[in-house]
């Protein structure tokens, strides 16, 4: 078979499944197109999930007839006058959006620059009309209709409206974050789906109500180089990645480098298959990162990706340090609803009493333990008193009761309240021998004692670690691991940074390793597993964070076995001495398995429990 030319409808047809890949992302680029042509309102109204119509409408320059005809062909943009493809200041820059848009849907799109003349263009399956005078007020509106009419195979791989619209939603959502003074609009077969207008806060929409209650601002800069945003504090997670909105220079982003920073950046605080809910924006110079990587451009790739790696984990760690004394809104929310589904109507004479053990654990008597009692007559609805009215037909409490509930409140308030408040209170009880029960001035707190003691633990050993303390153990047989070129290459670039560990790693042949010393904490470890899993990270995500993991892993593991364990009684001194440690260490709010150790009550909270509020 001769070898031609593919003629440029199949061209723009094939461009168009990279560029294209459902309705959300031609959403994107045309949303992104509004946004560079300076637009202060983008109007988003799709049909079918963006099968049969997709119309947005902005308000930004617009474009003249000349304009309107090249931007439907293939590489034509306005975006990069220069030229240089490291110095790009914009969302698009490749040419490609609308050209395949066209090529395999029914595409107009009507514009007004100025005080000028409104044109319209038609383009349908790549074939383009001619310009058209319309009417039209400043700006541009694209309306694309029957998309993927022209590649059925491709209309066959789309999803349902619902999971469509959902896609095409995110992507709004990225935008507004990222665009914080232009206004949003969303609508789906004529119904509202968002509309973040002026005044509007889109962080309650976006993430929830609940998101800046448990949220830690970050603001970190070195050189060039700064990380803004907002952070979850640990304790407030999700199930999946969903709810993390990433930016470069302004341009939303789905990086691996991002991800891999986030996950190392909270290993210590957040279990494994939780994720942390943020809205960063990193912004740096263009020559440092190159967006030109992928037609969809949600990828990039930064010319130091371990420098940009290590200062976002910093950024991170630094806002994670700034904790304080804080835990999850929800934590209390679902503490007040625990209290709220075990709380009953009060039981009838002969039903299990209550007497107070130590530390306040409270244990169930038999029935046959309770003294015998009067029988209570309940009074005729006739003769039920209202509050403020005449109290005579109350029963008074008896003298006996009195002291007894006199007795007991003494003994758990005898601790004397200091003239000054901490954070975490003063330990008043010890509930079940592992809860501490702790007051402050408008709040009560409930503090799981081993896992607080595990983070305290945690932490001093990490100290240990970084400050060599932990030393290097020799192999009484030394290991040697045979590498493939590639893993070879990868592990001799680190090397010198593995021996602050206390590795001792020499090369062994053409393309193997020897290990003559490891750290004493891995005495016990598969050496030559570890070795092969770090090379396969580097080789996979450019970052070596394996060894680091194993070490944290297996100090947290430590930690766990050599804290204090739930079932051990304490004195009020030893809670108290808890409590102050807690406030002192970094990250106390919860243990490193990602476990909340404290849980508080407010005052108004309380209140609420018992209706007095």
């Not at 995110?170 to 005044?199: K, M, P």
Request: aromatic share 6%; with cysteine.
């Amino acid at each position: 078979m001769a070898v031609r030319y593919l003629d440029q409808t199949l061209i723009n047809q094939i461009a168009a499944g990279e560029v294209i890949e459902r309705p959300a992302s031609a959403i994107k680029e045309l949303v992104e197109n509004s946004i560079d042509a300076g637009a202060t309102r983008v109007d988003v109204m799709v049909r079918d999930g963006g099968r049969t119509l997709i119309s947005i409408t902005d308000n930004g320059s617009g474009m003249v007839r000349d304009d309107l005809l090249l931007c439907v062909e293939r590489h034509a943009t306005s975006k990069i006058p220069d030229g240089d493809l490291f110095n790009i200041r914009t969302l698009g820059f490749r040419g490609e959006a609308l050209p395949s848009i066209g090529s395999v849907s029914r595409l107009t799109i009507t514009t007004k620059k100025d005080q000028g003349e409104a044109w319209q263009l038609n383009v349908e399956g790549g074939a383009k009309g001619t310009p058209q005078p319309a009417s039209s007020p400043k700006g541009t509106r694209v309306e694309v209709r029957d998309l993927f009419y022209a590649t059925p195979a491709r209309l066959k791989f789309l999803k349902s409206p619902t999971t469509e619209l959902n896609h095409i939603t995110d992507i709004i959502y990225r935008q507004a974050l990222a665009n914080a003074d232009v206004e949003f609009t969303l609508r789906h077969d004529d119904r509202s789906i968002i509309n973040f207008t002026s005044g509007t806060d889109r962080f309650d929409g976006i993430l929830g109500k609940d998101f800046r209650a448990n949220a830690l601002t970050v603001d970190f800069q070195r050189e060039d180089s700064r990380l803004t945003g907002w952070i979850s504090i640990p304790t407030y997670n999700r199930s999946n990645s969903s709810d993390q909105y990433l930016f470069v220079n302004g341009r939303p982003v789905k990086d691996k480098l991002f991800a891999t920073a986030l996950k190392v950046a909270y290993q210590d605080v957040l279990a494994g298959n939780r994720y942390p809910c943020v809205s960063l924006f990193l912004e740096c110079s263009p020559e440092d990162v190159d967006i030109n990587v992928h037609p969809a451009k949600a990828e990039v790739r930064f010319r130091d990706p371990n420098l940009m790696r290590g200062f976002i984990i910093a950024g991170i760690r630094e806002a994670l340090k700034g904790m304080a004394s804080r835990t999850s809104t929800h934590l209390s929310d679902k503490a007040l609803m625990a209290f709220d589904s075990t709380l009953a109507p009060a039981a009838p004479f002969g039903s299990p009493t209550f007497s107070k053990g130590n530390y306040g654990d409270f244990q169930p008597q038999p029935q046959s333990q309770v003294p015998p009692q009067p029988k209570l007559s309940m009074p005729a609805r006739s003769s039920y008193t209202p509050l403020g009215e005449s109290r005579s037909s109350y029963m008074a409490p008896r003298p006996s009761i009195v002291a007894q509930t006199t007795a007991a409140v003494a003994e758990f308030t005898k601790a004397e309240q200091p003239h000054h408040d901490h954070p975490l209170g003063y330990a008043k009880a010890q509930v079940h021998e592992t809860y501490i029960v702790a007051e402050t001035t408008d709040a009560l707190v409930l503090v799981d004692q081993h896992a607080a003691h595990e983070r305290l633990v945690y932490e001093r050993m990490k100290h240990d670690l970084g400050s060599g303390m932990i030393k290097a153990q020799a192999l009484l047989i030394p290991t040697v691991i045979e590498l493939t070129i590639m893993q070879f290459k990868v592990l001799q670039d680190v090397l010198p940074d593995l021996n602050k560990y206390g590795f001792q790693i020499e090369s062994f042949g053409d393309q193997g390793i020897v290990v003559r010393e490891v750290p004493s904490l891995l005495n016990k470890c598969d050496i030559k597993q570890l070795m092969l899993d770090l090379a396969s990270e580097i080789l996979e995500r450019e970052t070596a964070t394996a060894v680091e993991v194993a070490l944290h892993e297996i100090l947290a593991d430590k930690a766990c076995k050599n804290s204090i364990r739930a079932g051990r009684r304490l004195n009020l001194d030893e809670m108290n001495a808890l409590l102050r440690e807690m406030e002192k260490t970094p990250l106390s709010n919860q243990c490193n398995h990602g476990r909340p150790t404290f849980i508080k009550l407010s005052k108004a909270d309380m209140e609420k429990l018992f209706e007095r509020a």
